[in-house]
Structures are given as structure tokens and as C-alpha cells.
């Protein structure tokens, strides 16, 4: 009897263990493609913020003849040029889509990388700056956002870090062409750095302009067939696809006030809060 009800303990333990055979359901791979693709847009701005850009700032001080204070100002400027673009970011994605806010961060990108290589005085090179700031805070909000709405819920922890790692690629990049053209000329080396960064933006928005649209986004025009189709290809089931779906029109059709009241929370304290 004893070994019978010692039987029967483990009879639904062993009953448990025989789902663990079951075959596991695949991860979403063109979800996490999309969300690679859009991170990469942010391998500039490591690209241009590393320390080694710090560096080629140096080269460009011997070469143009600058001051300490000049290089100090041209090399902290992004940081305050960068407040303009990320301000802007949310309203760009909202009324451009998060794919076509992407393209334009990378054409913002493309032409600062030109603009910088090109610059022949000071008032050039911060200018050049500017609109570098513009596509790297584009990319810095935009990029995150468009990941985790592009994502599943089995694969949204890790897609919505990729553009952090993609960051510190564009760290080592930086890093990289400063030791492979440091024999160059002075006047020629650092422009070869900052001229590197014309070509990826160039296939960066081609690939971008080949991903979805974010779900959310078509949703928020009204275009939820469109939003559906997105959702199947980027979901682990039709029925994760539909559930999708339904939490993105509830969450759209909330009422809300342009965000005023996210500015307030943000600007004044509440009074449970005192």
C-alpha cells in the first residue's frame, strides 16, 4: 500500500516532465531583424560622441589653428544641440511614422558626417555639429521606441537593448579608425574619420525604408488592416497578433491631451505626493 501511494505521488510528477518534451514554439527572427536594423541608426552617434571623436578633435585644432576653448566648446556642443532633436523626436514620429522619423536621422547623419569632413572654419564645423546632434537624438528615441513596438512580448526585453549595444559598436568603431589613419597627413586624417560616416546612413535608410511601419503608428491613423499585417509577421502566433492588436486600439482610443498632462505630472508635483 505504501509503495502504491508512493506511486501515485509521482505519478503527476512524471506526468509534468513529459511536457517539457514538447516542441518549443520559435521566436519571431523578422521582428528581431527589423529591431536590428532600425538599432543600427545609433552606431553614429557612438560613432561621433566616443572619446577617440574627442581625439580627431585634437587633430582638428593643430590643423585649423584653434583654441582650447574653441575645441572645448565644438566638442561639448552635440550634448546641447542634442536637447533641440530629442524635444522634437516624439512629434517627428508621431506625424512622420517611426520609420520615416529613422530615414530622416540618417540623412541628418549622412550630412553632418559631410558637412564635418568638408569644414574649412569654425563657424562650419559647428554648424556641422548641429545637424549631426539632429540625427543622432532622433535615432536615440526614435530607434527604442520603434523596437518595442515592433517587437513580441517573448523577445521585447532583449530588442528593446539592442540599440545600447549597437551604441558601444560605434565606440570601438571610432576607436578604430583613429588607429588605422593615424598615419595620414594632419590635415587629411581627421577628415577621413568624420568623411567614414557619409556611406552607412546611406544603406541604413535604404534598409530601413524596406521594414514595417510600426503597428502602433498605423493604428493610430486608422490603418489597423495594415497594423494586423504587421502584427502577423512580427508576432509568434496569429493569436498573439490579435491580442496585439486589441491592447494597441485600447491604448489608442484612451483619451488623452497631447501629452499635457504627462508635462504636467512631469513639472509639478502632485499633491498625494506632499
Known amino acids: 500500500m505504501a509503495h502504491d501511494g508512493a506511486a501515485a505521488a509521482a505519478a503527476p510528477l512524471l506526468a509534468s516532465s513529459s511536457d517539457n ?3 518549443r514554439r520559435r521566436r519571431n527572427m523578422y521582428a528581431f531583424g527589423c529591431a536590428t536594423l532600425a538599432s543600427m541608426t545609433t552606431i553614429l552617434m557612438g560613432y561621433s560622441t566616443s572619446r577617440a571623436d574627442e581625439r580627431a578633435q585634437l587633430f582638428v585644432r593643430e590643423d585649423m589653428g584653434l583654441s582650447d576653448a574653441e575645441i572645448e566648446v565644438l566638442t561639448g556642443s552635440m550634448n546641447v544641440f542634442m536637447l ?16 520615416g522619423t529613422l530615414v530622416l536621422a540618417n540623412a541628418f547623419l549622412m550630412a553632418g558626417a559631410l558637412a564635418m569632413s568638408l569644414g574649412a572654419t569654425y563657424a562650419a564645423l559647428m554648424a556641422a555639429r548641429f545637424v549631426t546632434s539632429i540625427g543622432v537624438g532622433f535615432a536615440l528615441v526614435v530607434a527604442p521606441v520603434y523596437n518595442a513596438e515592433i517587437s513580441p512580448a517573448s ?8 540599440f545600447e549595444m549597437i551604441v558601444n ?6 576607436y578604430v579608425s583613429i588607429y588605422a589613419l593615424a598615419g595620414l597627413p594632419l590635415h587629411l586624417g581627421w ?21 514595417p511601419e ?3 503608428w498605423l493604428a493610430m491613423r486608422g490603418r489597423h488592416a495594415d497594423a ?7 508576432s509568434d502566433s496569429v493569436e498573439e497578433a490579435d491580442l496585439r492588436l486589441e491592447e494597441i486600439n485600447h491604448a489608442v482610443a484612451a483619451p488623452h491631451d497631447a501629452g499635457g498632462s504627462v508635462w504636467r505630472e ?7 505626493l506632499l
Open 84 to 99: 533641440v532633436s530629442i524635444l522634437a523626436a516624439g512629434w517627428a514620429a508621431d506625424v512622420l511614422g517611426r520609420r
Open 21 to 23: 518534451d514538447k516542441p
Open 191 to 211: 577628415r577621413v574619420m568624420f568623411a567614414a560616416g557619409v556611406v552607412p546612413p546611406v544603406f541604413l535608410a535604404a534598409g530601413v525604408l524596406a521594414m
Open 214 to 216: 510600426s503597428p502602433r
Open 228 to 234: 494586423r499585417a504587421v502584427l502577423v509577421r512580427t
Open 169 to 174: 559598436v560605434g565606440i570601438l568603431l571610432s
Open 266 to 272: 512631469l513639472l509639478f508635483r502632485h499633491p498625494f
Open 155 to 162: 523577445a521585447r526585453g532583449v530588442v528593446s537593448t539592442l
